[in-house]
């Protein structure tokens, strides 16, 4: 299920969205639509998308403006983090594990490009699987495209199994913590050409978590302001300059 809600800030618009929803902000993951600065003569505003699988969720009424259910596999995007490492442990441990790992390693194989498949880190209602393989590079695709659409049939496979409130993130050659640190130099960098030029700058398309990591970095810098624009599950950043008010 999706909800848009509103705020001065980031943290006002998550507070309104987890009271309102009845849930706790552990239960749901965010994507930030849109977010202005406070100036002299402006309010701040932040507009954010919350994205949750957990039943029993309550009714916001007209207080929060629920979206279309229709794209549910733009959830399986969100927290796209490695967690805490596993220490001694990277083998299945349970069931749930041994068949995520086999579906994992089946997929790869059917693709002729086989791997080995152990767990990288384990978290509440998350799991991190890793592929060691000679054919990383081509599982991870263009922009990490390949392994995503790994990654979310492995999380369609886990709701099959009826773990809808899992998340499973896969890696290969540490990919993710790569892919985020050059998001983070990218942000900064179209930011400056962006105070420089004092024209706004179109990213290319991304999965949601990439575009909120976009959002994020660029935040904190009073003088410039982003939103993403589009339709479907990768969007565009857009990053503006809005002067200092």
Sequence with gaps: MEFEFEGRTEKEAIDRAAEELGLEKDD???????????GLFKKGHVRIKVHTHTSGVRDPGNSGRRTSEADNAEDNFKGNYIGKAVFGEPKPQNDFEEKMAEFAAGLIERMGYPGKITVLFREKHKIGLKIESVHSSILIGKKGKNLDALQLLLNVYASKLGKEDFRIILDTENYRIRREESLVRLAYNVAEK???SRKSALLEPMNPFDRWLIHTTLNDISDVETKSEGDGLYKQVRVFYRGLK
Excluded: A, G, H
């Design 28 to 38: 749901f993951d965010v994507e930030i639509l849109e977010t202005q600065k406070t």
């Design 194 to 196: 962006v105070r420089e």
